[in-house]
């Protein structure tokens, strides 16, 4: 029996998404030739891979094990297409999400490099703060800060972002510049929120027994890295963000470093994947060139004091 690759990677872009419909618009197919794709492997199985219906597709027990497989036998491939090519004959589409400034200012601005490494290369980049769904929006890898938070994730730990504190100019002729922590109980902090929840406002800084949190008048609560940083350069208080990212802005003197002695706590960054064991090597080659691009902004603990 001889397994049609591509309609191996069609099954497995619609049982990660379980949608027929979203998966023809990812793989840039019509819906009806993905459907055809899917029953031709069906028939050459002799097995159903998906229950369908009209709110939900699922795969079925059998649908279950190939996927397994699939994942395996498609990373394979591609490492078998490319194993006879020179390192610049990568090729193939990676699907890859990054937080909003660290594309911005970071990646993107990089990005040439790699495509003049790996001129086949594809490439599709989201950026947004928003915590994506990985497998169901069918990306390869993702970069995040803070907690990985998906145990069905690969993660590859990077190190952490070194922090500092920023008001805007304007803001400190209004207000004064701090010079103690205890300075705070005259000041506004920006507060971030990804839930625009009730919790209390705080400034967190070092101390010899760890960190810990200064309570902070807030006016306002945002819940996107781009309107924190907006609201800070409008002078609406101090915020607390990654060092990586703010040179434009502090070189151009739209905010000033605050209380450098007073940093939070690095931020722990990894990139995750959804290769599970088998990554194809486009994707690696794709990690390792990120991992080298944020490299010289981490530091290698990750770890808080205690």
């Not at 009806?32 to 998906?50: D, I, N, P, W």
């Not at 309107?227 to 350069?233: D, F």
């Not at 490299?295 to 290698?300: D, I, M, N, S, V």
Request: glycine share 8%; net charge positive.
């Amino acid at each position: 029996m001889k397994l049609d690759l591509e309609a191996l990677r069609t099954f497995v872009k619609v049982a990660e998404l379980a949608s027929f419909t979203r998966a023809a618009e990812q793989l840039g197919l019509a819906k009806a030739r993905v459907s055809l794709r899917v029953k031709q492997l069906e028939g050459e199985l002799g097995a159903r891979l998906f229950q369908r219906s009209t709110r939900s597709v699922r795969l079925t027990g059998e649908g279950e094990q190939l996927l397994v497989r699939a994942h395996r036998l498609l990373a394979e491939a591609d490492d078998v297409s490319t194993l006879f090519h020179s390192a610049r004959s990568i090729r193939g589409r990676v699907r890859i999400d990054f937080p909003v400034t660290l594309a911005r200012e970071l990646i993107i601005p990089r990005l040439p490099e790699l495509i003049a490494r790996h001129p086949e290369l594809e490439l599709t980049v989201s950026a947004t703060d928003r915590r994506v769904d990985a497998f169901r929006e069918g990306f390869d890898c993702v970069l995040r800060g803070g907690g990985t938070g998906d145990p069905n994730l690969v993660g590859r730990p990077l190190g952490a972002l070194r922090m500092m504190n920023c008001a805007s100019p304007g803001y400190l002729r209004s207000h004064g510049t701090p010079r103690r922590v205890e300075d705070l109980d005259r000041h506004f902090i920006v507060h971030y929120s990804s839930t625009l929840g009730p919790e209390t406002p705080s400034f967190e800084y070092p101390t010899r027994a760890g960190y810990r949190e200064w309570p902070m008048r807030s006016l306002l609560t945002v819940n996107s890295v781009e309107a924190y940083h907006a609201a800070c350069v409008a002078g609406l208080g101090i915020i607390q963000v990654p060092r990586a990212g703010m040179h434009a802005r502090l070189a151009a003197g739209t905010l000033v470093e605050v209380l450098p002695e007073f940093p939070c706590a690095p931020m722990p960054v990894s990139l995750l994947h959804t290769h599970g064991r088998n990554v194809p090597r486009r994707v690696r080659v794709v990690m390792n060139w990120i991992a080298e691009v944020m490299g010289p902004y981490l530091e290698a603990d990750a770890g808080r004091p205690s």
